[in-house]
């Protein structure tokens, strides 16, 4: 049997109008400290988000998405906080905000492999 790994994600949210509530999943965001791992995946349906809110500036929710990515992967661009520790990263990444693109709160679970679970859950939650 194998070792089971606790784990920690939450779902992307694009949220048009924030005094109404209403949101859209987009992504999934998971945290394995024991598997040192800190991934997102999203995807973007514009027909379904512009449906929601025909006045969305889908360039600047995909900037904000790809700043995500960039901060999960510690990347050389991804500004001050892409070069904090990983699990600064993580709860840096699901901090509330009220913006447009917002984090649900967040859920812990058991897993085997970090990045089989985060394709699943993007499965489940998103697409």
Not at 94 to 115: K, Y
Request: include cysteine; proline fraction near 4%; aromatic fraction near 8%.
């Amino acid at each position: 049997m194998q070792e089971k790994h606790l784990f920690e994600y939450a779902t992307i949210r694009v949220m048009p109008r924030v005094e109404r509530g209403e949101f859209i999943n987009v992504g999934v965001i998971v945290y394995c400290s024991s598997q040192k791992f800190l991934k997102t995946v999203f995807e973007l349906n514009k027909e379904r988000l512009q449906a929601f809110s025909a006045e969305l500036d889908l360039v600047e929710i995909e900037e904000r998405l790809m700043a995500f990515r960039k901060i999960c992967e510690a990347a050389n661009n991804g500004g001050p906080i892409a070069k904090l520790p990983i699990a600064s990263r993580f709860r840096w990444l699901i901090a509330a905000r009220s913006t447009i693109v917002q984090t649900s709160p967040v859920h812990p679970g058991m897993c085997c492999n970090a990045g089989e679970t985060l394709e699943k859950l993007f499965a489940q939650l998103v697409l």
